[in-house]
């Protein structure tokens, strides 16, 4: 099969009806089942949406995950992978008055970013911060989007509380010890990280405590540096694996956030454990959520991130920018972890 290839809602080109490309995935697998190949040519934006000429998408774990089949755009959605993208404004649909061809903006998608063009609902799209370039904004809206949403949204996190973010070298793991540095500045900010290297680059980004995972008991580490207090909101991209143990470090009235399941699907829930805390466990996923809902969100974020990030106090991490033609390349490096920050793929537009 081709996945992507006949889906003209968000595949990609310039000019309707001119030369349209996008990575299409011949049967789930490896990376090597990927190609950079040409593709049925887009529709024209839909009332509400605007199509944008992609200058380049960002890797994410859902990437990784849809391409091996076990993680299915929502419906409705491309079945191209890339779920955000820099770009300029190639068309408006009907409705639009925000945004106007040429525009440099970048996008939170469903789906589509790994392609000449896409569509994309107007709610979803953000302008290109000050002082970061139009290719460094690829690698923005999905960081952004689900640390405002999770940290600052349904965890509620306060000035001078305690934040223990997993995987703090990954791309959302960047942005979120930046954002709670800027925005919550009397907070403590606990990270693990798999490195040495990368235990001295979360420090570098913000991070009190950086904890390696491969040597060191994440809940020892929390509790002694709180003083036996705990972590008030902890964001987790492991799930099952950390569950029980982000349940002996959270602190009374502490909320776990789940966002990733790198560790597995299940886990055992002490709940008397989290009784006696008072605790929350939530788990919620960004990609799914109605257009409405993800508008909402993106709102948020240009109102209350970005003047962060236009000061400087929140920059894009970018480990490296690889042509979208070696996308199995980049999609490699970050199964092997090697990465700090985000590897986006630049697209050469014809």
């Not at 079945?79 to 409705?95: P, Q």
């Not at 709610?123 to 989007?145: D, M, N, T």
């Not at 403590?188 to 001295?200: D, F, H, R, W």
């Amino acid at each position: 099969m081709i996945v992507g290839a006949g889906r003209t809602r968000c595949a990609g080109g310039r000019g309707y009806g001119g030369l349209v490309r996008a990575v299409t995935v011949a049967s789930f697998g490896a990376p090597e089942v990927m190609s950079w190949a040409e593709v049925d040519d887009l529709a024209p934006p839909g009332p509400g949406e605007i199509a944008i000429d992609v200058v380049a998408s960002a890797v994410n774990r859902a990437d990784l995950l849809q391409r091996q089949g076990f993680y299915p755009p929502p419906p409705g959605a491309s079945a191209v992978l890339g779920m955000e993208c820099s770009g300029r404004v190639a068309a408006v649909g009907a409705g639009v008055t925000a945004w106007q061809p040429g525009d440099e903006v970048c996008a939170l998608l469903a789906g589509g970013g790994y392609a000449t063009r896409v569509n994309v609902p107007a709610g979803h799209v953000l302008p290109v911060p000050a002082g970061v370039s139009l290719l460094e904004a690829a690698g923005l809206p999905e960081a952004a989007a689900t640390v405002h949403s999770t940290v600052f949204g349904v965890a509620d996190l306060r000035d001078g509380e305690v934040f223990l973010v997993h995987g703090g070298a990954s791309g959302i793991g960047t942005f979120a010890i930046q954002a709670v540095r800027a925005l919550r500045p009397s907070s403590t900010i606990a990270t693990t990280a798999g490195s040495p290297a990368k235990l001295v680059r979360v420090r570098e980004l913000g991070a009190d405590l950086a904890i390696s995972y491969r040597d060191e008991d994440f809940v020892d580490r929390v509790r002694e540096a709180t003083g036996g207090r705990g972590a008030d909101v902890i964001l987790d991209n492991m799930g099952g694996a950390y569950l029980a143990r982000n349940v002996e470090a959270l602190a009374v009235e502490g909320r776990i956030v789940v966002i990733g399941l790198q560790g597995g699907r299940k886990g055992e829930l002490n709940l008397a454990a989290l009784l006696a805390k008072r605790g929350s466990v939530h788990a919620l996923s960004l990609r799914a959520r109605p257009d409405e809902r993800k508008a909402a969100i993106v709102a948020d974020v240009r109102e209350r991130i970005w003047p962060a990030v236009e000061a400087g106090a929140i920059r894009p991490v970018i480990d490296q920018v690889v042509p979208i033609e070696k996308v199995a390349d980049a999609h490699r490096h970050v199964e092997e972890l090697g990465h700090v920050g985000k590897v986006l793929l630049a697209v050469d537009t014809p």
